[in-house]
């Protein structure tokens, strides 16, 4: 079982930068890929970024791509997503998920494949 909390988010001017953290519980978490996934007011959650459990791999959803980096501490538990040159449209809730090996690429990519979740942190990005 893991449990995973995020913070980090909150209100920032387009062209600022964020910094998102998620902690998790969970003696295996080191075996863990994980991902963030954001969620705009009317929007499906749709997939950000994902890291695998040694930190080596890393991908990113063509709309952050550049702006974005995730990366991860397994001695803490945690799991970070930096955030630069903000835009307006990345305005969203921010979840952090865990997904349980085996994996593939796709799989980091797929909503539906993550076994478990945070409960999410707003960011807002003004104009």
């Known amino acids: 079982q893991v449990q995973l909390v995020e913070s980090g988010g909150g209100l920032v001017q387009a062209g600022g930068s964020l910094r998102l953290s998620c902690a998790a519980s969970?003696?295996?978490?080191?075996?863990?890929?994980m991902g963030w996934f954001r969620q705009a007011p009317g929007k499906e959650r749709e997939f950000v970024a994902a890291?695998?459990?040694?930190?080596?791999?890393?991908y990113y959803a063509d709309s952050v791509k550049g702006r974005f980096t995730i990366s991860r501490d397994n001695a803490k538990n945690t799991v970070y997503l930096q955030m630069y040159s903000l835009k307006p449209k990345d305005t969203a809730v921010y979840y952090c998920?865990?997904?349980?090996?085996?994996?593939?690429?796709?799989?980091?990519?797929?909503?539906?494949?993550?076994?478990?979740w945070g409960q999410g942190t707003q960011v807002t990005v003004s104009s």
């Open positions: 890291i695998r459990w040694s930190g080596a791999s890393t």
């Open positions: 969970g003696r295996t978490f080191s075996s863990y890929a």
């Open positions: 998920a865990a997904v349980e090996p085996p994996f593939t690429t796709e799989t980091l990519k797929r909503r539906a494949d993550y076994d478990y």
